[in-house]
């Protein structure tokens, strides 16, 4: 294998990867995608994904990824309180659920998008782990790969590190250290007995999860994702109470179970650098408050590849030039992932009762905006009208945390 060289090494095959490879390849690029397990999807995910998100990336939903049609979800406090949201009864223009939402089979969809870049062209190795980097005029040249028994080095101009959690991209050539995470667990449940199986169900405050939230993702009415995210605390004890006091839940039996560290701490700085681009988890690329990683991995990977391709063909692969794929994502995602991450703030400084208060109180189309939009102003002004010590409450601790967080 002496000689190998690619335009674009793409280190990770999550949405991300296979976003980056199908966009580059179809641009013209030589790819590679390097993947270090044996298979797609092996992450947990609650594989909920809004109609909007298919939409806005171009990809036709089919019957070979497509477990399940979403119309709502309900929200459960820790105290009683529960919100229902319904797709169709949103306005708001910039809502992403319009229609509803998927459950997708995550390996099944991985598959239909890299099937995409492999028919542009680009290239893909399984069970292939990048280990190190040879690096040329303050640039990464080549990437070292560990494949079986054999170590081989591949040349390129470019590399996109989309290597989740534990990037080396990130590690090695931006110098980064951990982020701030949450552990989740998830099981994959057969046997249950669903009554309302197009109805998405989450549950916040500490009784349910301390200073994360639980899920319950219908596949159909005898199958579920259920997991949680807990900081503090052990997942474990808290997943099994759940499911051992919910009706729909209790007589099911776990057929898979799979845990992973989430980032909640926002977008990891820089996004680029010569010679490299960091993409997904890598880049911290979720949503903090609700741990939506999918769609802006897929937007940023998409991009990236974009820029790669371009890149590639003007000859030009600095850190000035690829910060276009910076600039356009943050344009996109970065106000949403700014305002996720002072929502998760605020929620983790309320004790269960207040929380319970504010799903009470909440208007759905203004928590919709905050997410979506993300326009905070009509949430506030809201909560403020019905209950402004509750409000000077969670502001008062929020400016406190984030001035905390910033040493002053």
Not at 61 to 82: H, S
Request: charged share 25%; with cysteine; net charge neutral.
């Amino acid at each position: 294998m002496a000689g190998l060289h690619y335009d674009v090494v793409i280190i990770g095959a999550g949405p991300a990867g296979v976003s980056a490879a199908k966009r580059a390849a179809e641009l013209g690029a030589d790819v590679l995608i390097l993947e270090k397990e044996a298979e797609l999807g092996v992450k947990p995910c609650g594989e909920g994904v809004l109609k909007g998100v298919l939409r806005e990336l171009g990809i036709r939903p089919r019957r070979e990824f497509i477990r399940n049609e979403l119309k709502g979800a309900y929200i459960f406090g820790p105290k009683g309180a529960v919100l229902r949201v319904l797709a169709d009864e949103i306005k708001y223009e910039k809502f992403r659920g319009r229609g509803g939402g998927y459950i997708v089979d995550k390996r099944a969809f991985l598959e239909h998008v890299l099937s995409g870049a492999l028919e542009a062209g680009a290239n893909a190795w399984f069970s292939s782990k990048a280990i190190a980097f040879k690096m040329e005029g303050g640039r990464p040249k080549a990437v070292v790969v560990k494949r079986g028994s054999d170590v081989v080095e591949v040349s390129c101009s470019l590399v996109i590190g989309c290597d989740g959690y534990w990037s080396i991209t990130a590690k090695k050539l931006f110098g980064l250290g951990p982020q701030e995470v949450i552990p989740c667990l998830q099981y994959v449940l057969d046997g249950c007995s669903i009554s309302e199986p197009d109805m998405a169900r989450a549950y916040v405050g500490r009784r349910w999860a301390p200073l994360g939230y639980l899920w319950v993702f219908p596949r159909g009415p005898s199958s579920a994702n259920v997991g949680l995210g807990v900081r503090g605390c052990a997942a474990k004890p808290y997943l099994e109470k759940f499911i051992r006091n919910d009706e729909e839940l209790k007589n099911a039996r776990v057929r898979e179970a799979k845990a992973a560290l989430v980032p909640i701490g926002g977008l990891r700085e820089p996004l680029v650098v010569d010679g490299a681009m960091l993409c997904g988890d890598a880049a911290g690329q979720v949503v903090p408050i609700t741990g939506e990683g999918i769609h802006p991995a897929m937007t940023a990977g998409f991009i990236a590849g974009e820029v790669a391709a371009k890149a590639i063909q003007e000859g030009d692969v600095s850190a000035s030039r690829l910060r276009e794929y910076e600039e356009r994502f943050k344009e996109r995602w970065g106000p949403v992932i700014e305002v996720g991450l002072l929502a998760r703030k605020a929620f983790e400084v309320l004790p269960d009762d207040k929380i319970d208060r504010v799903l009470r109180l909440l208007d759905v189309e203004k928590g919709v905006m905050v997410i979506d939009g993300p326009d905070i102003g009509p949430f506030v002004l809201d909560l403020l009208s019905k209950d402004p010590d509750l409000c000077a409450e969670i502001f008062g601790s929020l400016v406190q945390e984030v001035v905390a967080s910033a040493g002053c």
